[in-house]
């Protein structure tokens, strides 16, 4: 257990630089995070395939896709974690394999799993982080207040770690990620295993650390949580990204398969049997709310199948079309849904 705050921590490299030359001092606009023809091999499996991705300053991206999609991957070798068997990415306009050390002064990275020093109290940890970025004891004083009142643990300064919950703990992590100011937040998954409570208060974090310009890449499997924060998405699936860009372009591109919710009075078997004979309606669902259909017309079509129920003399009672969300989304894009043509 630390017994004081003024210790000198020597810092250990993880990653040796494959190049020793200086990083470059020219100081140009370029992307956060730029990334072309990124692969990554395991032996025989193929993690990543030719991945290409731009993420512009200030951008909030959310990293979407199932477990072993290539997520993580992505996120170590951004972090300099990882070596990539072929292909450039570039944090700031720095190659992460050329020039690790100057990439790691630019990122906070918070892993899917991440361990914590149980003995530590809350405040020690964060000194202990502080030190090992070789900032002085004086500024540590200020900013880790700061940092504990940013992520709403100011009342369990003194707290030991083990003693926190898991979303606290969550919360310590990030603001360890943040104990040097970094420029670029890479988030894996930062909310898993929370309750519904601690994911609110991790988004709320979120949403001021990109209020303050913060870049941050974040991966997520509570989709429609993500899809409240982020300025774009970008859809991963057996290591390749299969759709890029904001929620509402892709939703957009999306409607081409409507999501119409129908309720009727009576009648239900017959005009279940009436719909799927109608050449634009690709899948039926039915249950106690009524009837859903995924609807391959535009706003003409969808006109005159509400024109032909009627005329046939169904009695509706409603006829709606359903807001897409993130979930429906990322089904579309991947073909996961039953019946998705």
Known sequence: MLQNND???????????????????????????????LTKTFGSFQALKSIDLTIPKGTVFGFVGPNGAGKSTTMSIL???MFPTSGTAKVDGLDVTKYPNEVRKRIGYMPDF???????KTVEYLHFYGASYGIPKSEREQLIPQ???L?????????????????????LCLARCLVHDP????????????????????????RELKAMGKTIIIS???????A?????????????????????????????????????????DEAEHFLRDRPLVNRLLRDERGIQIHFGGQDAEQAALLNELVAAGFQLVSFSEAQTNLEDVFLEITKGGDGFE
């Not at 020219?26 to 956060?32: D, G, L, N």
């Open 7 to 37: 210790v000198e921590i020597i810092s250990v490299e993880r990653l040796k630089p494959t190049s020793l030359e200086p990083a470059p001092t020219e100081k140009i606009e370029v992307p956060m995070i730029e990334i072309r023809q």
């Open 79 to 81: 972090a300099t974690l």
């Open 114 to 120: 991440f361990g914590v020093y149980d003995q530590f």
């Open 147 to 149: 940092l504990l009142e």
């Open 151 to 171: 992520v709403n643990l100011s009342d369990k300064k003194d707290a030991y770690v083990d003693t926190l919950s898991r979303g606290m703990k969550q919360r």
């Open 183 to 206: 420029e670029l937040l890479i988030l894996d998954e930062p909310a898993s295993g929370l309750d519904p409570r601690a994911r609110i208060e991790m988004r709320e974090i979120l």
């Open 220 to 226: 997520s499997h509570i989709l429609p949580e993500l």
């Open 228 to 268: 409240e924060m982020v300025d774009e998405i970008g859809v991963i699936e057996h290591g390749q990204m299969i759709a890029i860009g904001n929620v509402a372009d892709i939703q957009n591109r999306l409607r081409v398969k409507r999501f119409l919710h129908i309720r009727l009075l009576g009648r239900e």
